[in-house]
Every structure is written in C-alpha cells, then in structure tokens.
C-alpha cells in the first residue's frame, strides 16, 4: 500500500506537467536566448570583430596551400603489456604462482 502511494506521489508532478504543457495556449513569438537570459549582450568591437574575421582567413588560406608535415622520427614500437589478467585470459594459472612466489616478505620493524 505504501509503496503504490509512493509511486503515485512521485508520477503526480509529472502528470500535471504534460496537462499544463498540452492545456498551454500557443505562443505568438518565441524568445531569443537573448531574451531569456538575465544579462545583457556583450556589443564587440567592430576592430576585434575585423582582427577575427582576418585571423580566421589567414588561418584557412594557410591550411589551403601548405601541404600537411611529416614526421620523420621513426615510430616507436612498445612490447605488449603482460599482466595478471592477460595470463588469465591466456589460461596460464600457473604462471600466477610463480609471480607471487617471487616475491619477498617485508622485513618487520
């Protein structure tokens, strides 16, 4: 019993929600994110707007006409990775003993 109360407390605010939102009378205009925000608009500079507008353009006509560089190091190769898992996956168990056999205790202080 209470748990059907439960849930019908926790559906009610989301079913007067859509009777609200199918109910609302249609709205002549939308409002600008301008409009709905609280501050105002920050006017830029038509200098700054002018310096972007040519940075951009530099930036393009460069990428346009130079070729992509490339790297002449040599690529380094990394070898693989061999954990506990992998020797899991591997079905190597007993290698498991091995490592944990290696290991020696700490002295005590």
Do not use: F, Q
């Not at 830029?44 to 940075?55: L, S």
């Amino acid at each position: 019993m209470m748990m059907l109360l439960l849930i019908a407390c926790s559906l009610l605010p989301m079913a007067i929600g859509l009777a609200l939102l199918a109910t609302a009378p249609p709205v002549e205009r939308e409002p600008t994110p301008a409009e709905l925000s609280m501050s105002r608009p920050v006017v830029c500079p038509w200098h700054v707007r002018a310096y972007a507008w040519m940075a951009r353009t530099n930036r393009s006509a460069h990428r346009a006409l130079m070729r992509p560089r490339r790297l002449r190091a040599p690529v380094l190769r990394v070898a693989a990775d061999v954990t506990a898992a992998h020797r899991i996956l591997g079905g190597r168990v007993a290698d498991l003993w091995s490592i944990s056999d290696s290991h020696k205790p700490l002295p005590c202080r």
